[in-house]
């Protein structure tokens, strides 16, 4: 696993946060970057990154402790090429739950064919 944090322009302390977390581990990478918005920061992550599955996590994004070996797993025992999950969208005033089907369900395990 590696991870990429891209630092695209940012004006608070997060820059020099992530270069912290990479001198301590390993796997980070850390890309800075004037900010050039999301697409360039993917494409900036995709030009370096050398895994064979990707997943990207915004800054507004948080993600269960298990979401990356579930996937992980899930494409391993499926064969898919790309692989959606369920995900929950917190309003400033509310939470809401958006449902999707199970990882293994056939409509969110989907191979390059039905892409």
Known sequence: MEIIIVDDGS???????????EKRDHRIKVIHQENKGLSAARNAAMRICTGEYLIFVDGDDVISNDMIESLYQASQKTKADCIFCQYEMIGPNEKEFH?????????????IEKI
Not at 11 to 21: A, H, I
Request: no cysteine; aromatic share 8%.
């Open 11 to 21: 004006v608070d302390d997060s820059g020099r946060l992530s270069d912290e977390w």
């Open 99 to 111: 449902s999707t089907k199970e990882i293994e369900d056939e409509g969110f395990v989907v191979n």
